[in-house]
């Protein structure tokens, strides 16, 4: 068995023991970057790197629908930070009186701390009207932009850098502060740089907010419900 093993992943190119260490090192401790960020720059070539990972990732019919709005001007970045300000606060309202004030304790973005900020757009145009992979669900293209995050998140945290993804705003805000067309959905604002340290677990766990399920929970074998 170990030698079928061995074949296997020689003939996939697997990854040695320590590289695929690294791998899932990578996975486990990525956290959402909030209020931690440190005023450093993020250098030019790592964020190269970072965007080269989200361009390498998958995406049905090969259709690479993602734009990343690099945004480093005080000014922009303050008016996205107005934008979510006034949606954190109906975000507030929204939930039960007792929890309101747990929720504004909680630090949701980074826009005004993070040396950088990118914007995820999805073109649902790029690939023409008709896409091998999408004939059944014209929502491919939003989960390859956000299989593109994904790999620059995990990038990021291979690099020491943070991400946090802001998603409390009305999308018409920053569509107008970026000049976005109508027809491009916007996926994610991220914000990025360096910081002193991660949370050994998400913050909404530490803070009490959510606990990560357990994952017998939420595997089903052939069925729905049948564990």
Known sequence: M?????????????????ERAAVYRAIETRRDV???????????????RLLAAAH?????????????????????????????SRANEEAAAMFPEEKQEAYRNLKLEGIRKAPVSI?????????????????HNLRTDA???????????LAARAEGVGLGWVSIFREEDI?????????VEIVAWLCLGYVEQLYREPELAVKGWRQRLPLEELVYRDRWGDR
């Open 143 to 153: 989960y390859s932009t956000v299989c593109a995050i994904q790999n620059l998140w």
């Open 2 to 18: 170990q030698d079928a093993y061995s074949h296997a992943l020689v003939a996939a190119g697997g990854f040695s023991d320590d």
């Open 175 to 183: 569509r107008l502060l970026l000049g976005i067309p109508e027809r």
């Open 34 to 48: 909030r209020d931690q960020f440190l005023p450093d720059p993020v250098p030019e070539q790592v964020l190269q």
């Open 56 to 84: 390498a990732a998958p995406s049905v019919g090969f259709m690479q629908p993602w734009n990343f709005i690099i945004v480093r001007d005080d000014g922009v970045r303050e008016a996205a930070w107005q934008a979510f």
């Open 119 to 135: 914007c995820v757009t999805c073109d649902p145009d790029r690939a023409g009207p008709v896409v091998l992979g999408r004939t």
